[in-house]
């Protein structure tokens, strides 16, 4: 089987649409704005802003070492874990970048070699399940149902262990990349639980979950419940935003992280402008899962 290896297969498999023409043109025309109304004031605020990709594809990696160089003039990179930190207790006096991925592609490697070549550190979300996995028809009908994307390469344990050896971290994904907002309570525990026994026993100490999917519709009070009680310290989303410090000292179960999904095919400009727009929106709140926390 063909994996696919590059950006530009992707592009081609799918049609661009009117919507996602004006799409580009609305962005570029507010990218142009920003330019003219001080959008360095609103980058150089202090916060902490989590970026996250899927991927790094061969035709990605000079436009991703390209972002890395453009937002060093406005961010300190730091860790997940110390990003973490800084926002529970308070400690956010710059502005702080994060960068991380899901669902374990192969071409992460290439990531964080580039990663490497900055002293950057990153988190890699993955699912077990598919870590090693090599059969070629189990591969396409997980990318096909569970990512709606096409055959990819994914990373083998010896692989996840080379990032650890790296200084990267490694966080669950679930086991399975499913959606836990359409899971019973049993599901969930299985998935959260597999992934983090899994986890623990091949990488050491993993502490941090990221939903799969993202959205907050694609999560639960009830889920939100079981990553704390079965020891994860933090919990993601794929909402976009930034956090900055809260009056007071929020508890690990109160924090919900918010993370930028960024394309590398994207323009650098687009991916600013919705980082000042995180930044002009950005509120105490931010920091805060939108259900009970009681």
């Not at 189990?138 to 990318?143: H, P, S, Y």
Request: aromatic residues 14%; positive net charge.
């Amino acid at each position: 089987m063909q994996y696919i290896d590059t950006y530009s297969q992707i592009k081609e498999g799918k049609r661009f649409s009117g919507r996602q023409y004006l799409r580009n043109i609305a962005l570029s025309a507010l990218a142009w704005v920003d330019q003219r109304s001080g959008i360095e004031s609103y980058l150089g605020m202090p916060r902490v802003q989590f970026l996250y990709v899927h991927h790094i594809f061969k035709d990605e990696e000079v436009a991703f070492e390209r972002l890395i160089n453009k937002l060093s003039k406005n961010h300190h990179f730091i860790s997940y874990s110390r990003a973490v930190e800084f926002i529970l207790n308070r400690k956010i006096d710059k502005p702080y970048l994060v960068i991380s991925s899901d669902d374990g592609f192969r071409n992460n490697l290439r990531a964080a070699e580039i990663m490497n070549k900055y002293g950057i550190s990153g988190c890699f979300f993955i699912n077990p399940s598919i870590i090693d996995l090599k059969d070629e028809g189990a591969i396409k009908i997980f990318c096909r149902q569970r990512l709606n994307f096409p055959p990819v390469e994914f990373l083998t344990w010896q692989e996840v262990e080379r990032l650890q050896k790296w200084g990267h971290e490694i966080g669950s994904h679930t086991m399975n990349h499913i959606n836990l907002a359409n899971s019973t309570e049993q599901e969930i525990q299985y998935e959260l639980g597999a992934s983090y026994n899994v986890i623990r026993q091949r990488c050491g100490d993993t502490i941090h979950f990221a939903f799969p999917y993202g959205r907050f519709f694609h999560f639960s009070e009830a889920a939100r419940k079981i990553v704390f009680e079965i020891g994860f310290a933090s919990c993601a989303s794929a909402e976009r935003g930034c956090h900055i410090n809260h009056p007071s000292f929020l508890s690990k179960s109160e924090l919900c992280i918010l993370r930028d999904h960024i394309v590398l095919d994207w323009s650098i400009d687009h991916i600013l402008h919705f980082m000042a727009n995180n930044s002009k929106k950005v509120n105490y709140n931010s920091n805060l899962f939108p259900y009970s926390t009681q």
